[in-house]
Nanobody
Framework: QVQLVESGGGLVQAGGSLRLSCTAS????????MGWYRQTPGKQRELVATLTGSTTTTFADSVKDRFTISRDNAKNTVTLQMNSLKPEDTAVYYC??????????WGQGTQVTVSS
């Protein structure tokens, strides 16, 4: 059984930074894509950032130039560094991983709250 555990959420003032981490455990192999999504009440979950392989990244327009994503394959870990946070970044952030067989895994979510 695969489990994704996120950490690093919390409360921060606008302009501040947070780092989210997500580590996968269990029978998960050959992870192709690691990423982060977020969701606010009443809205659909949206892509924040993904990293495929070592260098191919995708970012939501709203977070470009503020967020970076990185991965440690040896530790099955993906990290989202969030800088210059804005109140509109407030959401539950979910870790996502997809393996080479296209199986998708989700974390339980971590709350990020940015106060103005």
């Amino acid at each position: 059984q695969v489990q994704l555990v996120e950490s690093g959420g919390g409360l921060v003032q606008a302009g501040g930074s947070l780092r989210l981490s997500c580590t996968a455990s269990g029978s998960i192999f050959s992870i192709v894509t690691m990423g982060w999504y977020r969701q606010t009440p009443g809205k659909q979950r949206e892509l924040v950032a993904t990293l495929t392989g070592s260098t191919t990244t995708t970012f939501a327009d709203s977070v470009k130039d503020r967020f970076t994503i990185s991965r440690d394959n040896a530790k099955n870990t993906v990290t989202l560094q969030m800088n210059s946070l804005k109140p509109e970044d407030t959401a539950v952030y979910y870790c996502n991983m997809k393996d080479v067989w296209a199986r998708i895994y989700w974390g339980q979510g971590t709350q990020v709250t940015v106060s103005s």
